[in-house]
Every structure is written in C-alpha cells, then in structure tokens.
C-alpha cells in the first residue's frame, strides 16, 4: 500500500512537471511572516519560530534555483520590526546574523543587503555589508536579504539620493525639477539594476504587502498562503508558481 507521503510526493512532482518553464518570474518577492504564530502555535518563545525561519531559507533558494529564478527578494526584518522588545530582537538579530553569514558562506548566491542599516546595531549593520561583499563574484541566483527595511524608507532614500547626485552636478532646484522621473527614482531604489519582483508571496494567512517593495510591486502578481513560513513547503511555492502561470499579466494594457 502506498503511503500518504509517496503518494503527495506524486502529486508534488506532478505539478512541478506541469509549470510551464517559459511563464516563470524572474524576480519573486516573499514576505516571511508566521515565525512568531507558529512558536506560540507549540508554547515555544519567539526566536524558534524566527530559527525555524531562518532555517528554511537555504531550502526556498534552491527551490527558486531549480526552477530558473533569477532573484528573490527576502523581507527578514521591517523597519516596524525594530519597535519590538529588546529580548526579541537581541535574539532575531543574532539569528539574521547567522542566517546571512551561512548564505554568503555558501558561495551560492550573490547577496544584496538591502535596507536602513543605520537604524541596526553598528557591529550587525558591518557583519551584513561583509557578507555581502564576500560573495560580489559568486554568479547565479541574486538574494536580496531585506533587512530594516520599509517600503516608504526606500522610496524616501532613492529620491533623496537621486536628488543629490544632481546637486552635485551643479543643477538649479528648476533643472532638477525637470530631471525627475520615474526611471531617475528607478536607478536609486535598493533593487537598481534588477528587474521588478512579477510574483510576491505573503505566508501565514495575512493579505497586504505591508510596505513591502512598494514602487516594485506595482505591476505584481500576489499569492497569500496559509502556511506560516516555518512550515512552507515546495509544493506551497510550486502551487503560487502554478497560480502565477495560469493568470493573464495585462500590465495595464
């Protein structure tokens, strides 16, 4: 008799055969939310559920590798987040330290740190820019690890960065004024150079992007899925990817 998990294996396998490799997105944003509900789920103290997070990170990116992903974008810690007690995010941000440390350890994946990294721990905000560094050679799969980061934060920075590298260039406010553009705030966001996220993924039931790669995602397909992060499966992101595929991306037109 077969098992309940051979024959879900099947089923796995079978909606990965199905996926049409040509309607993939290149960029696949996720909101890695549940940690927290799932340790209180088992009487466990938040930072299992942030480990348990933490832990199933390697195992989406190389589901993302296996199924042609060019890069994922990974929301670890909001800007909101940091408002949380300090027991907590002592604790978070020992395991967001780990978790980025064993990523560029791995000489896998080409990391971007991408957020307000003044608004961390000095010795963290050096760790991250260092992890990140240490794989500016590795080709494959671009990770952005999202971290202190706020949608309105980046919006805010890369036009206050755009407007400042015109000042440098001796423009009056009128000439800047006529300089500013959609594709000028474009070059300034934390995500310059990559294509926007066609697929965002929110785990764990809740459906809003809260602040989450806000000038990106504005021609974004979403997927919410029950599952809280720590619980995540592969056949969770293949099922977003088959609900992705089968929807008609008009972009406006």
Not at 92 to 104: C, K
Not at 176 to 201: A, F, M, R, W
């Amino acid at each position: 008799m077969f098992t309940p998990s051979f024959l879900y294996g099947i089923y796995e396998e079978r909606i990965a055969r199905r996926l049409p490799r040509d309607s993939m997105p290149r960029h696949v944003g996720v909101i890695l939310d549940g940690n927290r509900r799932w340790a209180k789920s088992f009487g466990e103290p938040a930072a299992t559920g942030h480990q348990r997070g933490a832990d199933k990170i390697a195992d989406f990116l190389g589901w993302s590798e296996d199924l042609g992903v060019e890069v994922v974008t990974l929301w670890m810690l909001s800007t909101d987040n940091l408002m949380r007690s300090s027991e907590e995010l002592g604790a978070l941000f020992t395991i967001i330290e780990n978790a980025v440390r064993q990523l560029s350890e791995a000489q896998r994946w080409r990391l971007r740190v991408v957020g307000k990294l003044d608004l961390l721990p000095p010795e963290l905000a050096k760790s991250l820019v260092r992890y990140q560094q240490a794989t500016s050679s590795v080709e494959g799969l671009q990770v952005n690890v999202a971290i202190g980061y706020g949608g309105r934060h980046e919006i805010a920075d890369a036009v206050r960065s755009m407007l400042t590298e015109y000042k440098g260039q001796g423009l009056s406010v009128e000439e800047i004024i006529e300089k500013i553009s959609v594709e000028g705030i474009n070059d300034h966001l934390y995500t310059k150079g990559q294509p926007d996220p066609e697929l965002v993924i929110r785990t764990s039931g809740e459906q809003r992007l809260g602040g989450f790669l806000l000038w990106q995602s504005a021609k974004s397909e979403f997927y919410f899925c029950e599952a809280y992060w720590p619980d995540f499966r592969r056949v969770d992101y293949l099922r977003a990817l088959r609900a992705f595929a089968s929807r008609e991306r008009r972009e406006g037109r």
